[in-house]
C-alpha cells in the first residue's frame, strides 16, 4: 500500500547524543515535510524539501538537520544543539502541485533519558 | 495570538450525543483543513473545504469565509470517534494548524 513509513515509532536520546528518525514514502511525491508536536500547540514546521537534494528551514529549524539524497526518504537529525528535544515529530509528503494536501505519517516519539 | 485557534480544547461526550468543533482564523486563506489523530499519532484528513459545507457520513464541516470561522460537526458521536480534531489552513504553500480539540466519546 502507498503511504508514509516513519520510524522508530519511540526514541530515547541521551544527554549530548544525535538521533536520526527515518521517513519514507512511496507516493511518488516530491515534496517532503517534518513537523514538530508540542501539549497544546500546533504542529510546527521543522524542515521542507521540495525536490531531491533541496530543503528550506521552517519555523523552528534551531538544533535540527536534514538531508534529501532520495526523493522517497527525509531524515531527520535531532541534534544535541537541540535543549528541548522531546516531543512528538511527524512526517508528511504532497505532490508540489497541491502542497496544502499533505499525507501524514504515524509519527515517532522522541524522549530525553 | 494564534493565527488559527480552535474551541473547545477538550470535550466529553455521551454516546450518540451530537458534537460541535469550532475553527477561527485571522490569515487570509486558499483552503481550511479538517484532520483527525488517533491515540497513536497518526494524522488522517478529513475534510478539505474553501467554501460552504461538506459532508461524509457522519461528519459535517461548514466554512464561514466571511467570518473566518469553521465548524465540524459529529452526528451520533461514538466512542470510536475519540480523537484530537485539528484544524488547518492553506495560505500560499504553508499549513498553519490549531492546537487540537481532544474528544472523548464515552458509551
Known amino acids: 500500500d502507498g503511504g508514509i513509513t516513519q520510524s522508530p515509532k519511540y526514541l530515547f536520546r541521551k544527554e549530548g547524543q544525535n538521533v536520526t528518525l527515518s521517513c519514507e514514502q512511496n507516493?511518488?511525491?516530491?515534496?517532503m515535510y517534518w513537523y514538530r508536536q508540542d501539549p497544546g500547540q500546533g504542529l510546527r514546521l521543522i524542515y521542507y524539501?521540495?525536490?531531491?537534494?533541496?530543503?528550506q528551514k521552517g519555523d523552528i529549524a534551531e538544533g535540527y538537520s536534514v538531508s534529501r539524497e532520495k526523493k522517497e526518504s527525509f531524515p531527520l537529525t535531532v541534534t544535541s544543539a537541540q535543549k528541548n528535544p522531546t516531543a512528538f515529530y511527524l512526517c508528511?509528503?504532497?505532490?508540489?502541485?497541491?502542497?496544502?494536501?499533505?499525507?501524514f505519517g504515524a509519527g515517532t516519539r522522541l524522549s530525553v533519558l | 495570538k494564534n493565527e488559527v485557534e480552535q474551541s473547545p480544547q477538550n470535550l466529553t461526550a455521551q454516546e450518540g450525543e451530537f458534537i460541535t468543533i469550532n475553527c477561527s482564523y485571522s490569515?487570509?486563506?486558499?483552503?481550511l483543513h479538517w484532520l483527525q489523530q488517533h491515540p497513536g499519532g497518526g494524522i488522517v484528513s478529513l475534510f478539505m473545504?474553501?467554501?460552504g459545507k461538506k459532508k461524509h457520513g457522519r461528519l459535517i464541516a461548514t466554512i464561514n469565509i466571511q467570518e473566518k470561522h469553521s465548524s465540524l460537526h459529529i452526528t451520533a458521536s461514538h466512542p470510536r470517534d475519540s480523537a484530537v480534531y485539528i484544524c488547518?489552513?492553506?495560505?500560499?504553500?504553508?499549513?498553519?494548524f490549531g492546537e487540537g480539540t481532544q474528544l472523548t466519546v464515552n458509551p
Open positions: 508528511a509528503s504532497s505532490t508540489t502541485s497541491a502542497k496544502n494536501i499533505q499525507y
Open positions: 507516493l511518488n511525491h516530491d515534496a
Open positions: 524539501s521540495q525536490i531531491v537534494n533541496d530543503f
Open positions: 490569515v487570509g486563506i486558499s483552503a
Open positions: 473545504l474553501s467554501s
Open positions: 488547518a489552513v492553506s495560505s500560499g504553500s504553508r499549513l498553519t
